[in-house]
């Protein structure tokens, strides 16, 4: 992924020179692209932010896309077809390791574990991670925050991700579950909804959590180019309120009354299955409180990337995540 990811913005960046400003609409509205790196329930706070109607009370009329992969958002944010971008804080590393000149700044962080699951095809209440040892798992793009977060489990674990199993790395994002229901591999690494339909179907269970056992990592954040930062701070801020009032309402709410609100923007799931999934969030704390991407976070990130043999250099924190919009909707809601 990282190096198709740096030869698309170097190609960008040949491309495109100056980014769109931001342009209002017939209401006054401030018009804002945001490219998410995937639509799901992992997200919850931020569709709740739009559901409830935060990005206008803040002048924005938010346009969400889905970018279907961290290196798509990237790309996206490079040509400016979006003005902030949400994913993995490792892409902005990769852009910046490349030596792009205007690199995309982390300034909000909204989940602070990983968001998916192990599943088997039997139930196992005794399962510990060595049981993986000589098997097929459905894994992820070498690069990724799944699979890197992955193999971080394995190691902690004295598992060598190389040689004690075999990881299978060809299958997109989206259609693992379809092959695991379909026969392929002893186990596979899901996001919701797909480790709960795997559950219902009866063609999987739920083993483990990656986000509980690999602890508190800076899974995603929102990022925008440092050009459109300075030129447009009155749009980052008001984006981090909405954000900051989103993450309040669901550490103030049940996940019953967190499922109803975000229900719109999952109108092909089940409710009582959504509600099953926001409690499996709520429950092993996967979203901040605060939007504010702490150095101790970044760093630990990096200590990630470099065990996954994918950080070339360390990045300073204060190059990479600025926190002063973070810090002010925290104090402000």
Not at 123 to 146: C, H, I, Q, S
Not at 161 to 176: A, C, K, M, S
Request: negative net charge; aromatic residues 12%; glycine residues 10%.
């Amino acid at each position: 992924m990282k190096k198709r990811l740096c030869a698309l913005l170097c190609l960008l960046a040949l491309c495109f020179g100056v980014l769109s400003g931001c342009g209002q609409d017939e209401s006054g509205l401030t018009k804002v692209t945001l490219n998410e790196v995937a639509h799901s329930i992992f997200y919850a706070p931020m569709y709740v932010a739009i559901e409830k109607g935060y990005f206008e009370d803040e002048g924005i009329d938010l346009t969400l896309v889905n970018g279907n992969g961290a290196d798509n958002v990237m790309t996206a944010l490079i040509a400016g077809e979006a003005d902030i971008g949400f994913m993995g804080s490792e892409a902005s590393i990769y852009v910046y390791q490349e030596g792009s000149k205007n690199y995309a700044v982390n300034f909000a962080q909204l989940t602070q574990r990983a968001g998916n699951f192990l599943v088997g095809r039997e139930a196992n209440e005794d399962f510990t991670w060595d049981d993986l040892k000589g098997t097929t798992v459905l894994g992820g793009r070498a690069g990724g925050m799944p699979q890197m977060i992955f193999e971080y489990i394995l190691k902690e674990n004295g598992i060598d991700p190389q040689t004690d199993l075999e990881i299978i790395q060809n299958i997109d994002f989206g259609v693992t579950a379809e092959a695991f229901a379909s026969g392929t591999a002893d186990y596979t690494v899901e996001f919701e909804p797909f480790a709960t339909s795997l559950e219902q179907s009866g063609n999987g269970y739920v083993l483990a959590s990656l986000g509980v056992d690999s602890g508190y990592v800076p899974y995603t954040c929102f990022s925008a180019l440092e050009s459109y930062m300075e030129d447009h701070p009155d749009v980052i801020q008001g984006f981090t309120n909405a954000i900051q009032k989103g993450m309040n309402y669901v550490a103030g709410h049940t996940p019953q009354e967190i499922a109803q609100v975000i229900a719109p923007q999952f109108e092909e799931t089940d409710f009582d299955a959504l509600v099953t999934i926001v409690e499996r969030y709520y429950a092993q704390d996967t979203w901040k409180t605060d939007a504010i991407f702490t150095k101790e976070a970044f760093e630990l990130l990096q200590d990630i990337l470099d065990q996954a043999g994918e950080l070339s250099q360390r990045v300073d924190y204060n190059v990479l995540v600025n926190t002063e919009f973070a810090e002010k909707a925290r104090e402000a809601n």
